[in-house]
Nanobody, 120 residues
Framework: VQLVESGGGLVQAGGSLRLSCAAS????????MGWYRQAPGKQRELVAA???????NYADSVKGRFTISRDNAKNTVYLQMNSLKPEDTAVYYC???????????????WGQGTQVTVSS
């Protein structure tokens, strides 16, 4: 199983970016998918998460600006980021908690990370 992210880059403050993360491999079902970020010198923090059949939740700092969505048929999660601020600059990581199809065991996976840089 692997998670492949795309969509990061450099944008000016007030701009928008859309991140994508596709899960592939031996997947029976996905319990939840989400996005985390880590800025230099800081701990990794939750940005947004969408559990299957559950309520989506967001970090207070991104509420009203970021939107997480999923395409379950494609095992893909998206993060639409609007009104970006310099403090949103970080490496963004995709996360998925899922049941593997080959072992039927629950396992947690991370993407490789994608850099988002917001200039002032």
């Amino acid at each position: 199983v692997q998670l492949v992210e795309s969509g990061g880059g450099l944008v000016q403050a007030g701009g928008s970016l859309r991140l994508s993360c596709a899960a592939s491999g031996s997947i029976f079902s996905i319990n939840a998918m989400g996005w985390y970020r880590q800025a230099p010198g800081k701990q990794r923090e939750l940005v947004a998460a969408t559990p299957t059949g559950g309520r989506t939740n967001y970090a207070d700092s991104v509420k009203g600006r970021f939107t997480i969505s999923r395409d379950n048929a494609k095992n893909t999660v998206y993060l639409q980021m609007n009104s970006l601020k310099p403090e949103d600059t970080a490496v963004y990581y995709c996360n998925a908690g899922l049941i593997r199809g080959d072992t039927m065991n629950y396992q947690d996976y991370w993407g490789q990370g994608t850099q988002v840089t917001v200039s002032s």
